[in-house]
């Protein structure tokens, strides 16, 4: 038997939202965008009259203007949009205790044991969902319904606003394999650009390929993206009440004024490390890889990562191996953005200790440096995040010279 998957999006959410206390800027291109003086200026999200400008989500302001002069600019009210997340979220339940969100503004409803309680027609339960939604919470919402999660999702997206689109296990492979590669989930910019250079730009032609040949050139993620293509996928529905394993800690900052000193660099890793650091000990989680981003002021991001030779959860380790990276991907003075860290391929602590060699590095030497950071750990819990900083947050000297 199939399952009956919904996959339920909200239509330009966080724009949907401002808009309830704005009714006046319905018909008006709007966007909500970050704080120009804080350099985040840049949008977030836009209603339909915008889009319908050529708005795009995440470019700049200035970009957006030049396209629309006219557009109204609102800022973001995070809380207010984790409010009525929950809200729709908790809509949802009333019709399966499978609710996935995907993100703030999109869910995946698992309703094959549930449907026949309420008529049996998925489509018809869709179509509740979205006028609920829009007489209950004055959002709107896009349904795709299908029998896996990836299809459930294309048919979300297939039509907006306020639409639902069903795939079904007869129809799929007309409405399916004709769409851009690109419209698959996990199919990013540098995935599409890479299948276009074999010649690959449907889903069908993703389909039609030999799975070998797609992990040849993609790893893991190339076999997976053939199941997709072909309508394998067969991947839970999850709840939201369930715990879902940690795969990455990282963090991320914006600054002030563009970085372009190896010093000013390093005191930025080293402040992100040390998050980092203190999130996966609270976790009780161990790195064994890392990556780090850099954005440029042009918003271009150069990411590297690397696998850990000891799987770590110190400053320290954390520090020294993120300079390593940007090391590797920067040459002063050229200007940084913003700066993210991010630990990876993470291990509790017994599956940790299981490497032979996680205590390579002297242990005596470790071991004082595990003690002090979990002393700085207590000392945080009582007296505050900023009470105590560690030692490598100090930038080296300016004249220090790269290695």
């Given at each position: 038997m199939d399952r009956i998957i919904l996959h339920c999006d909200?239509?330009?959410?966080?724009?949907?939202?401002?808009?309830?206390?704005?009714?006046?800027?319905?018909?008006?291109?709007?966007?909500?965008c970050g704080d120009p003086a804080s350099r985040h200026g840049i949008i977030l999200a836009k209603n339909e009259p915008a889009k319908r400008c050529g708005v795009q989500t995440a470019e700049t302001i200035w970009q957006a203007r030049k396209k629309c002069p006219g557009l109204v600019l609102l800022p973001p009210h995070h809380a207010l949009y984790r409010e009525y997340s929950h809200r729709v979220n908790a809509l949802y339940d009333e019709y399966t205790d499978l609710v996935e969100p995907f993100g703030i503004d999109e869910s995946w409803l698992d309703v094959t044991g549930s449907l026949h309680l309420?008529?049996?027609?998925?489509?018809?339960?869709?179509?509740?969902?979205?006028?609920?939604?829009?007489?209950?919470l004055g959002l709107s919402l896009s349904v795709g319904v299908s029998f896996n999660k990836v299809f459930a999702k294309l048919g979300s997206d297939y039509k907006k606003p306020d639409a639902t689109t069903v795939i079904?296990?007869?129809?799929?492979?007309d409405l399916v394999w004709p769409l851009p590669v690109g419209d698959l989930l996990y199919v990013g910019g540098a995935a599409r650009k890479l299948l276009r250079q074999y010649g690959i730009?449907?889903?069908?032609?993703l389909a039609a390929c030999r799975r070998e040949m797609l992990e040849t050139l993609m790893g893991k993620l190339g076999?997976?993206?053939?199941?997709?293509a072909n309508g394998l996928d067969t991947d839970p529905v999850r709840s939201r009440y369930e715990a879902e394993p940690v795969k990455s800690v990282g963090n991320g900052t914006t600054f002030p004024q563009n970085l372009t000193t190896r010093a000013q660099i390093q005191t930025g890793i080293a402040m992100l490390s040390d998050s980092v650091a203190t999130r996966l000990r609270h976790l009780g989680l161990y790195a064994g890889g890392i990556q780090v981003t850099l954005r440029t002021p042009e918003f271009r991001d150069l990411s590297?990562?690397?696998?850990?030779?000891n799987p770590t959860h110190l400053?320290?380790?954390?520090?020294?191996?993120a300079m390593e990276l940007v090391d590797a991907l920067w040459r002063p003075p050229a200007p940084v953005r913003a700066l993210t860290v991010t630990a990876i391929h993470l291990a509790a602590e017994d599956e940790a200790y299981e490497q032979e060699?996680?205590?390579?590095?002297?242990?005596?030497?470790?071991?004082?440096q595990e003690r002090l950071e979990a002393a700085m750990d207590r000392i945080r819990g009582k007296y505050g995040s900023g009470s105590i900083t560690f030692g490598a947050a100090a930038p080296e000297k300016e004249e220090d010279p790269l290695p």
């Amino acid at each position: 038997m199939d399952r009956i998957i919904l996959h339920c999006d909200l239509n330009c959410f966080y724009a949907s939202v401002e808009l309830l206390s704005h009714p006046e800027l319905r018909d008006v291109p709007t966007a909500v965008c970050g704080d120009p003086a804080s350099r985040h200026g840049i949008i977030l999200a836009k209603n339909e009259p915008a889009k319908r400008c050529g708005v795009q989500t995440a470019e700049t302001i200035w970009q957006a203007r030049k396209k629309c002069p006219g557009l109204v600019l609102l800022p973001p009210h995070h809380a207010l949009y984790r409010e009525y997340s929950h809200r729709v979220n908790a809509l949802y339940d009333e019709y399966t205790d499978l609710v996935e969100p995907f993100g703030i503004d999109e869910s995946w409803l698992d309703v094959t044991g549930s449907l026949h309680l309420f008529g049996g027609d998925a489509r018809q339960l869709a179509d509740t969902l979205r006028r609920r939604v829009r007489e209950e919470l004055g959002l709107s919402l896009s349904v795709g319904v299908s029998f896996n999660k990836v299809f459930a999702k294309l048919g979300s997206d297939y039509k907006k606003p306020d639409a639902t689109t069903v795939i079904s296990r007869d129809t799929w492979r007309d409405l399916v394999w004709p769409l851009p590669v690109g419209d698959l989930l996990y199919v990013g910019g540098a995935a599409r650009k890479l299948l276009r250079q074999y010649g690959i730009t449907t889903i069908g032609q993703l389909a039609a390929c030999r799975r070998e040949m797609l992990e040849t050139l993609m790893g893991k993620l190339g076999g997976q993206l053939y199941e997709y293509a072909n309508g394998l996928d067969t991947d839970p529905v999850r709840s939201r009440y369930e715990a879902e394993p940690v795969k990455s800690v990282g963090n991320g900052t914006t600054f002030p004024q563009n970085l372009t000193t190896r010093a000013q660099i390093q005191t930025g890793i080293a402040m992100l490390s040390d998050s980092v650091a203190t999130r996966l000990r609270h976790l009780g989680l161990y790195a064994g890889g890392i990556q780090v981003t850099l954005r440029t002021p042009e918003f271009r991001d150069l990411s590297r990562q690397k696998q850990l030779s000891n799987p770590t959860h110190l400053i320290r380790d954390l520090t020294q191996s993120a300079m390593e990276l940007v090391d590797a991907l920067w040459r002063p003075p050229a200007p940084v953005r913003a700066l993210t860290v991010t630990a990876i391929h993470l291990a509790a602590e017994d599956e940790a200790y299981e490497q032979e060699d996680l205590f390579a590095a002297p242990a005596p030497r470790r071991e004082k440096q595990e003690r002090l950071e979990a002393a700085m750990d207590r000392i945080r819990g009582k007296y505050g995040s900023g009470s105590i900083t560690f030692g490598a947050a100090a930038p080296e000297k300016e004249e220090d010279p790269l290695p």
